[in-house]
């Protein structure tokens, strides 16, 4: 009688749970002369960024754009995305696009595809398979958006301030952190710049509050910069200044460079305590509807395709470019 | 090279048989034992031995360094001061499972079997028998099922442990001991939870052994025991060595001297004041009414008990005595009956119910229901008043304090301080700080399920002058014990139990060895 | 010196005494664990001990251990009276920190997901934050205490279902709560020079202590922890007992929650003590706790809650390269646990006994 209990009590979780996150699949008609693609989303509501992402994708390829977009959300749970696609491919769908959950696990699935001659798109997150299995790799051009930051940074530190940075890495081995840690390592050699400190806040603003506030004991006044991969971190490296009593952001305080641009820290980049804020676009969706009609006449789109993507600036950023956005 | 060797060391043992046959001189000898525990010396300057083919007693007071001293030789404690020599030569035994190898077998005191395994498991546990690096249960089970056979104990090799009493746990204990290879088998208080059939199981089960040559050491309270089976006797006394004798030379009541280090009163001055005969118009104490428990499947029963009256629960193990005062006291679920107190209806759920109505309960199983090992004496012995007192009216240290020093001088408990955990007194010690807490909580109704297992025979007579006592004051007593005469001398009353009902109330001069027993048996002659 | 002389062996046997019951008593080990930290810190940290006061605040490394792992150290209290009592560990201390805090986030905020003002008054919030803790703690408690389910198995549903339910209530975004109010709690109560969380989880502390030491509630909680069984006989109800020390640790989990919050000034229900139950369980057991239950100690608790913050800050002191932070601290970890095991403890008795009756036969 208990056990029965216990296990309706679970049963009424979990049912709970995934209810609320049902994937929303479509009907596999393939009619009216549109694209059918299925779209494999690792996880649509996981932050305002993904949401962004998924709502641009939808948008792009509409039935008014003539796409047929199956859309599977698997709820960060690998497995099941893998059998989303397998899916798709069971449908015969036109094309396939992939936002990874996993970077593993992807040959047989990514091979029946192919046999299948359906082409895939993967988006956002890179796998480790074969580049044989998949038609091109879509995302954000990590190492360019830190390009972006440190010529920033040139400009800033032109002026005689020595440049003193003290960096916050995201999770080490994420495709961000990669890119965006060789631009800055990169950009210290060519311009001599000084590295104090470098340690992973694993994108967390609570680590990054933690390491900062005892850089501020090791190295004090001497950080004139913060170079944080993330809007989190740089968020907790902020807070961990102004309660030192040291100011952050401006035209006269520690320098901060942040990642992302989310609206709750542009809106810190226009009250100026974010110097310099690099986007990292989750506005896939015409870049994808692009690539698919290049392909669909005949073309081949190259193996990497990056979003356009922008910095934005303390000094030039207003309201309204924030208001305009949709993250 | 390794085998002769081994057959070496066999034949120290067995070789010397054609020429000075037993008198071959001591195979295990400790030499000037001593180990101190903080605040304790429990053992000083003991020398012991022990013959192949000989059954050996270790006697002594509670508290006097019986187990302390077997614990040492089986390498569970680390000695501080001493040798151990066996056949000859000097060893050191850094662990039980280091005794294993030198062939002592050791049942102790305190039963480590695990509850939740098998009953085979737990037979067979550290030398499952293997088939290709996998445990071999087909074979373990049968295995199991021949020795529990042997033995004649009704157990289930697959079932769990903890499904069957303790003298049946007692049984599987000894079982597991004697089931290895062993030249030295030590049993520590085997016979505590046994009933008169198994004692005589497990006493064929030693003569065997001694015939095969295995040395025997034998710790018991019971000292009729002592003189069925044993061939000599060491006496301890606290911590120190007293003499070794051959049985035949020392008489029982030169042993109790030499145990205690006085004379002790003569059993038979105790009887029960059975002159106020309990009116039928008095209301009881304690009355049940059709009473029966779900778990324990007890049937249902009447029971009256009136104001300063001893009743005693007999019957064999299992037929339900136990679980008919847990039935009274709410420790069993109660599923049908009522029950009065002094008249009144009283709905007992738990047993903070029957404790507010002033009762109080001494369960059976001391480890495993009675004591709480990692609190100190006196948290051990407040617990029950505390708990009847509610979580916000927490008694002071100091009168913790007074409360643990009354009692510790009471019942003349041994323990280093009261803030000794209970797990390092003496067993025997360890029984008198329960009974300690349950009279701290000033009982009108005291249920006492084998109070005096594994207690000496000079605090066995205090602990029955101590019921009496209670019952000269007014208080009533439930007493269990598997000694009749125990029960016998403070009864004023009997009730008899048979396969889980009550067939029987025996009084006056029906309170006899041979009525009890015969009512217990069956009743019709 | 003649008074030496003639005391001297039993001054040798008192000391072996006295270290003996230091090597037996639980506090020592973590005590130590702890001086090590510290030396090491005065060895490779320039200017460890430096207290300055900045910006109003006493700041220096030791205040920055003080405040940065006041929300452990909080977590860490609850997870030892669960250990006591059910002799398991609660694994939803992280979870139940993201609903707490969403709770009152969502109270603070209303729908906005970043706003100066107040939706609701900013205690109330702070009360229905810990009601939310409470209520995860009553969840966990009634599964383990009335159904017998052990502890780990029934956190597991909090820990894997918790922090989604903590996104329901924010709508899946991160609350950023602009009032300085807000930050009264983690960071610093306008005037007073000490940080407020190191406030708050000394007041924690001090709590806990006495309720467990001026009522009965220690003793019940060890006493179920040691014997379910005894427990019951002697009249203590052992499955309200354990729901209490349930509903307990999930209402310190919402105030470690809410605390996490207030000093980042934003709810992250994806980030929000992240991993802290493994590491008030690695507190636990490094205050010299029986991972089984029975007899606890907060003191050893906290002193080990303290450890493993200290070991992280220096870690960063130190500048340890990222790549190999992890490493570190896991070895140091596994160095602490082999070094506080039984058998390596018994290792050492024996080790030791060798050389003392080496000692003894070469005297004799
Ligand atoms: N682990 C321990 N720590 C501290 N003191 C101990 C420990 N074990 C035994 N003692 C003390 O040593 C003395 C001897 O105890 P021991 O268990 O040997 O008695 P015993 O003769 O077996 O008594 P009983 O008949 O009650 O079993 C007692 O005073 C006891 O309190
Ligand atoms: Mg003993």
């Given at each position: 009688m208990k056990k029965l209990f216990v296990l309706l009590l679970v049963a009424i979780v979990t049912l709970g749970l995934v209810a609320c996150e049902s994937p929303t699949t479509g009907t596999p008609s393939k009619s009216g002369g549109l694209i059918t693609v299925g779209f494999a989303q690792c996880k649509a509501d996981e932050s305002d960024w993904r949401k962004a992402n998924t709502n641009s994708v939808q948008q792009a390829l509409s039935k008014e754009n003539g796409f047929d977009l199956i859309l599977a959300d698997?709820?960060?749970?690998?497995?099941?995305?893998?059998?989303?696609?397998?899916?798709?491919?069971?449908?015969?769908?036109?094309?396939?696009?992939?936002?990874?959950?996993?970077?593993?696990?992807?040959?047989?699935?990514?091979?029946?595809?192919?046999?299948?001659?359906?082409?895939?798109?993967?988006?956002?997150?890179?796998?480790?398979?074969?580049?044989?299995?998949?038609?091109?790799?879509?995302?954000?051009?990590?190492?360019?958006?830190?390009?972006?930051?440190?010529?920033?940074?040139?400009?800033?530190?032109?002026?005689?301030?020595?440049?003193?940075?003290?960096?916050?890495?995201?999770?080490?081995?994420?495709?961000?952190?990669?890119?965006?840690?060789?631009?800055?390592?990169?950009?210290?050699?060519?311009?001599?710049?000084?590295?104090?400190?470098?340690?992973?806040?694993?994108?967390?603003?609570?680590?990054?509050?933690?390491?900062?506030?005892?850089?501020?004991?090791?190295?004090?006044?001497?950080?004139?910069?913060?170079?944080?991969?993330?809007?989190?971190?740089?968020?907790?490296?902020?807070?961990?200044?102004?309660?030192?009593?040291?100011?952050?952001?401006?035209?006269?305080?520690?320098?901060?460079?942040?990642?992302?641009?989310?609206?709750?820290?542009?809106?810190?980049?226009?009250?100026?305590?974010?110097?310099?804020?690099?986007?990292?676009?989750?506005?896939?969706?015409?870049?994808?509807?692009?690539?698919?009609?290049?392909?669909?006449?005949?073309?081949?789109?190259?193996?990497?395709?990056?979003?356009?993507?922008?910095?934005?600036?303390?000094?030039?950023?207003?309201?309204?470019?924030?208001?305009?956005?949709?993250? | 090279?390794?085998?002769?060797?081994?057959?070496?060391?066999?034949?120290?043992?067995?070789?010397?048989?054609?020429?000075?046959?037993?008198?071959?001189?001591?195979?295990?000898?400790?030499?000037?034992?001593?180990?101190?525990?903080?605040?304790?010396?429990?053992?000083?300057?003991?020398?012991?031995?022990?013959?192949?083919?000989?059954?050996?007693?270790?006697?002594?007071?509670?508290?006097?360094?019986?187990?302390?001293?077997?614990?040492?030789?089986?390498?569970?404690?680390?000695?501080?001061?001493?040798?151990?020599?066996?056949?000859?030569?000097?060893?050191?035994?850094?662990?039980?499972?280091?005794?294993?190898?030198?062939?002592?077998?050791?049942?102790?005191?305190?039963?480590?079997?695990?509850?939740?395994?098998?009953?085979?498991?737990?037979?067979?546990?550290?030398?499952?028998?293997?088939?290709?690096?996998?445990?071999?249960?087909?074979?373990?089970?049968?295995?199991?099922?021949?020795?529990?056979?042997?033995?004649?104990?009704?157990?289930?090799?697959?079932?769990?442990?903890?499904?069957?009493?303790?003298?049946?746990?007692?049984?599987?204990?000894?079982?597991?001991?004697?089931?290895?290879?062993?030249?030295?088998?030590?049993?520590?208080?085997?016979?505590?939870?046994?009933?008169?059939?198994?004692?005589?199981?497990?006493?064929?089960?030693?003569?065997?052994?001694?015939?095969?040559?295995?040395?025997?050491?034998?710790?018991?309270?019971?000292?009729?025991?002592?003189?069925?089976?044993?061939?000599?006797?060491?006496?301890?006394?606290?911590?120190?060595?007293?003499?070794?004798?051959?049985?035949?030379?020392?008489?029982?009541?030169?042993?109790?001297?030499?145990?205690?280090?006085?004379?002790?009163?003569?059993?038979?001055?105790?009887?029960?004041?059975?002159?106020?005969?309990?009116?039928?118009?008095?209301?009881?104490?304690?009355?049940?009414?059709?009473?029966?428990?779900?778990?324990?499947?007890?049937?249902?029963?009447?029971?009256?008990?009136?104001?300063?009256?001893?009743?005693?629960?007999?019957?064999?193990?299992?037929?339900?005595?136990?679980?008919?005062?847990?039935?009274?006291?709410?420790?069993?679920?109660?599923?049908?009956?009522?029950?009065?107190?002094?008249?009144?209806?009283?709905?007992?759920?738990?047993?903070?119910?029957?404790?507010?109505h002033g009762m109080a309960y001494l369960p059976e199983d001391r480890k495993a229901e009675?004591?709480?090992?990692?609190?100190?004496?006196?948290?051990?012995?407040?617990?029950?008043?505390?708990?009847?007192?509610?979580?916000?009216?927490?008694?002071?240290?100091?009168?913790?304090?007074?409360?643990a020093d009354e009692y510790i001088k009471l019942l003349d408990i041994k323990t280093a301080s009261k803030e000794t955990p209970i797990k390092s007194l003496s067993g025997g010690n360890q029984q008198k700080v329960i009974l300690a807490r349950w009279l701290l909580t000033n009982p009108e109704f005291m249920i006492l399920d084998e109070p005096t297992r594994g207690i000496d025979v000079g605090t066995k007579t205090e602990i029955q002058k101590l019921i009496l006592k209670l019952a000269e004051e007014g208080k009533s007593v439930a007493f269990i014990s598997s000694e009749l005469d125990e029960m016998l001398r403070t009864c004023s009353r009997i009730v008899v139990m048979r396969d889980r009902q009550k067939v029987g109330e025996l009084t006056d001069s029906d309170l006899n060895q041979e009525t009890i027993m015969r009512t217990i048996a069956g009743g019709e002659q | 010196m003649s008074d030496l002389k003639g005391n001297n062996k039993l001054s040798k046997s008192t000391f072996i005494s006295f270290a003996k019951s230091l090597a037996s008593n639980r506090l020592t080990f973590s005590v130590v664990v702890l001086l090590i930290v510290v030396v090491q810190n005065i060895i490779t940290t320039p200017g460890f001990f430096k207290i300055t006061i900045a910006n109003g605040l006493i700041s220096g490394y030791i205040p920055n251990i003080l405040d940065e792992a006041s929300e452990l150290v909080i977590v860490t209290l609850g997870m030892t009276l669960v250990t006591a009592?059910?002799?398991?560990?609660?694994?939803?201390?992280?979870?139940?920190?993201?609903?707490?805090?969403?709770?009152?986030?969502?109270?603070?905020?209303?729908?906005?997901?970043?706003?100066?003002?107040?939706?609701?008054?900013?205690?109330?919030?702070?009360?229905?934050?810990?009601?939310?803790?409470?209520?995860?703690?009553?969840?966990?408690?009634f599964l383990v205490s009335k159904l017998r389910m052990p502890p780990m198995l029934t956190s597991l549903i909090l820990f894997t279902a918790g922090r989604s339910i903590a996104k329901q209530i924010t709508h899946g975004q991160t609350i950023y709560i602009m009032n300085p109010v807000y930050k009264w709690l983690g960071v610093q109560i306008p005037g007073v020079p000490i940080r407020t969380t190191i406030i708050v989880s000394t007041v924690t502390v001090i709590f806990i202590t006495l309720l467990t030491r001026l009522t009965s509630l220690g003793l019940y909680i060890q006493s179920v922890g040691i014997n379910d069984a005894s427990s019951r006989l002697v009249g203590l109800k052992s499955s309200v007992i354990k729901f209490l020390t349930f509903v307990l640790y999930g209402v310190l989990a919402g105030l470690a929650g809410l605390v996490g919050s207030s000093s980042v000034g934003s709810v992250n229900s994806g980030e929000l003590g992240l991993g802290i139950e493994m590491d008030a369980i690695l507190a636990v057991a490094l205050g010299g706790n029986n991972l089984g239950g029975g007899k606890f100690s907060i003191a050893g608790s906290i002193i080990g809650a303290y450890t493993i913050q200290a070991i992280t800050t220096t870690l960063y002191a130190m500048n340890v390269r990222a790549d190999q932070l992890n490493v570190f601290k896991a070895l140091i970890i596994i160095v602490i646990i082999v070094a506080s095991s039984d058998v390596f403890k018994t290792k050492i008795k024996h080790f030791t006994q060798k050389i003392f009756s080496k000692n003894v036969s070469v005297g004799g």
């Amino acid at each position: 009688m208990k056990k029965l209990f216990v296990l309706l009590l679970v049963a009424i979780v979990t049912l709970g749970l995934v209810a609320c996150e049902s994937p929303t699949t479509g009907t596999p008609s393939k009619s009216g002369g549109l694209i059918t693609v299925g779209f494999a989303q690792c996880k649509a509501d996981e932050s305002d960024w993904r949401k962004a992402n998924t709502n641009s994708v939808q948008q792009a390829l509409s039935k008014e754009n003539g796409f047929d977009l199956i859309l599977a959300d698997s709820n960060n749970d690998a497995a099941k995305q893998v059998s989303d696609v397998q899916g798709f491919i069971d449908q015969e769908v036109d094309y396939i696009i992939i936002a990874a959950v996993n970077v593993d696990g992807w040959d047989t699935v990514l091979k029946n595809a192919k046999d299948a001659g359906i082409p895939v798109i993967l988006m956002d997150r890179t796998i480790n398979a074969s580049d044989e299995l998949y038609e091109c790799w879509l995302g954000s051009d990590f190492y360019g958006e830190g390009v972006k930051a440190t010529e920033w940074m040139k400009k800033r530190f032109s002026g005689g301030t020595p440049a003193n940075i003290v960096h916050l890495q995201g999770q080490l081995g994420a495709s961000a952190q990669v890119g965006r840690t060789e631009a800055l390592e990169d950009a210290i050699t060519a311009n001599g710049w000084t590295l104090l400190a470098q340690q992973t806040g694993d994108w967390s603003t609570d680590t990054a509050k933690e390491i900062m506030s005892s850089w501020i004991q090791q190295f004090g006044s001497d950080i004139t910069c913060v170079y944080a991969e993330n809007d989190n971190m740089a968020d907790g490296a902020i807070q961990a200044l102004e309660e030192a009593g040291m100011k952050a952001g401006g035209d006269d305080g520690v320098a901060i460079i942040s990642f992302d641009a989310n609206r709750a820290y542009l809106q810190m980049t226009l009250e100026g305590k974010i110097n310099c804020n690099v986007e990292c676009n989750p506005l896939h969706g015409p870049k994808v509807a692009e690539i698919i009609k290049t392909m669909e006449s005949g073309g081949k789109p190259s193996k990497t395709e990056t979003v356009e993507e922008s910095a934005f600036f303390y000094d030039t950023i207003t309201q309204e470019i924030i208001d305009a956005r949709q993250y | 090279m390794e085998k002769l060797k081994q057959e070496q060391n066999n034949s120290d043992c067995m070789g010397k048989q054609p020429g000075h046959n037993d008198e071959a001189g001591p195979s295990l000898k400790m030499i000037g034992i001593g180990k101190s525990f903080p605040g304790v010396r429990a053992l000083n300057n003991v020398d012991f031995s022990l013959r192949c083919g000989e059954i050996h007693a270790l006697m002594g007071e509670n508290g006097a360094g019986k187990s302390t001293l077997i614990k040492v030789l089986t390498g569970v404690h680390p000695m501080d001061e001493g040798r151990v020599y066996l056949e000859g030569n000097p060893v050191l035994v850094r662990s039980p499972q280091d005794a294993q190898r030198y062939g002592i077998s050791t049942v102790y005191q305190e039963l480590n079997l695990c509850p939740n395994l098998t009953v085979a498991e737990n037979l067979f546990l550290g030398r499952e028998p293997l088939k290709r690096c996998l445990i071999d249960w087909k074979r373990m089970n049968d295995e199991a099922e021949c020795l529990l056979k042997e033995l004649n104990i009704l157990a289930e090799p697959t079932a769990q442990l903890d499904s069957y009493s303790i003298a049946i746990q007692q049984m599987i204990a000894i079982a597991r001991a004697v089931n290895t290879e062993c030249k030295y088998l030590i049993l520590d208080e085997p016979t505590s939870s046994l009933d008169a059939d198994e004692v005589q199981r497990l006493f064929d089960l030693m003569r065997r052994l001694k015939k095969n040559k295995v040395g025997i050491i034998f710790i018991t309270h019971f000292i009729e025991q002592v003189y069925e089976i044993c061939d000599r006797i060491t006496v301890l006394r606290n911590g120190e060595l007293v003499g070794e004798y051959e049985i035949e030379n020392l008489p029982r009541f030169e042993l109790v001297k030499k145990m205690m280090g006085k004379e002790i009163e003569v059993l038979s001055d105790l009887s029960v004041h059975k002159d106020e005969s309990s009116s039928e118009s008095e209301v009881p104490v304690l009355e049940a009414c059709n009473l029966s428990s779900g778990a324990s499947k007890v049937a249902p029963f009447n029971l009256k008990i009136y104001k300063g009256e001893v009743v005693g629960f007999s019957g064999l193990l299992g037929s339900g005595r136990s679980e008919l005062v847990r039935t009274i006291y709410g420790a069993d679920k109660a599923v049908e009956g009522q029950q009065f107190i002094k008249g009144e209806s009283v709905t007992i759920k738990r047993t903070l119910d029957a404790m507010k109505h002033g009762m109080a309960y001494l369960p059976e199983d001391r480890k495993a229901e009675g004591i709480l090992s990692e609190l100190s004496v006196r948290e051990n012995i407040i617990i029950a008043l505390q708990a009847k007192r509610g979580i916000f009216k927490r008694l002071s240290r100091k009168e913790m304090e007074k409360y643990a020093d009354e009692y510790i001088k009471l019942l003349d408990i041994k323990t280093a301080s009261k803030e000794t955990p209970i797990k390092s007194l003496s067993g025997g010690n360890q029984q008198k700080v329960i009974l300690a807490r349950w009279l701290l909580t000033n009982p009108e109704f005291m249920i006492l399920d084998e109070p005096t297992r594994g207690i000496d025979v000079g605090t066995k007579t205090e602990i029955q002058k101590l019921i009496l006592k209670l019952a000269e004051e007014g208080k009533s007593v439930a007493f269990i014990s598997s000694e009749l005469d125990e029960m016998l001398r403070t009864c004023s009353r009997i009730v008899v139990m048979r396969d889980r009902q009550k067939v029987g109330e025996l009084t006056d001069s029906d309170l006899n060895q041979e009525t009890i027993m015969r009512t217990i048996a069956g009743g019709e002659q | 010196m003649s008074d030496l002389k003639g005391n001297n062996k039993l001054s040798k046997s008192t000391f072996i005494s006295f270290a003996k019951s230091l090597a037996s008593n639980r506090l020592t080990f973590s005590v130590v664990v702890l001086l090590i930290v510290v030396v090491q810190n005065i060895i490779t940290t320039p200017g460890f001990f430096k207290i300055t006061i900045a910006n109003g605040l006493i700041s220096g490394y030791i205040p920055n251990i003080l405040d940065e792992a006041s929300e452990l150290v909080i977590v860490t209290l609850g997870m030892t009276l669960v250990t006591a009592a059910s002799g398991g560990q609660d694994i939803s201390a992280g979870a139940i920190m993201a609903v707490a805090a969403s709770f009152c986030g969502l109270m603070l905020n209303g729908s906005e997901y970043r706003t100066d003002v107040f939706h609701s008054p900013y205690l109330l919030a702070l009360l229905v934050g810990l009601l939310g803790g409470a209520l995860c703690g009553a969840f966990n408690g009634f599964l383990v205490s009335k159904l017998r389910m052990p502890p780990m198995l029934t956190s597991l549903i909090l820990f894997t279902a918790g922090r989604s339910i903590a996104k329901q209530i924010t709508h899946g975004q991160t609350i950023y709560i602009m009032n300085p109010v807000y930050k009264w709690l983690g960071v610093q109560i306008p005037g007073v020079p000490i940080r407020t969380t190191i406030i708050v989880s000394t007041v924690t502390v001090i709590f806990i202590t006495l309720l467990t030491r001026l009522t009965s509630l220690g003793l019940y909680i060890q006493s179920v922890g040691i014997n379910d069984a005894s427990s019951r006989l002697v009249g203590l109800k052992s499955s309200v007992i354990k729901f209490l020390t349930f509903v307990l640790y999930g209402v310190l989990a919402g105030l470690a929650g809410l605390v996490g919050s207030s000093s980042v000034g934003s709810v992250n229900s994806g980030e929000l003590g992240l991993g802290i139950e493994m590491d008030a369980i690695l507190a636990v057991a490094l205050g010299g706790n029986n991972l089984g239950g029975g007899k606890f100690s907060i003191a050893g608790s906290i002193i080990g809650a303290y450890t493993i913050q200290a070991i992280t800050t220096t870690l960063y002191a130190m500048n340890v390269r990222a790549d190999q932070l992890n490493v570190f601290k896991a070895l140091i970890i596994i160095v602490i646990i082999v070094a506080s095991s039984d058998v390596f403890k018994t290792k050492i008795k024996h080790f030791t006994q060798k050389i003392f009756s080496k000692n003894v036969s070469v005297g004799g």
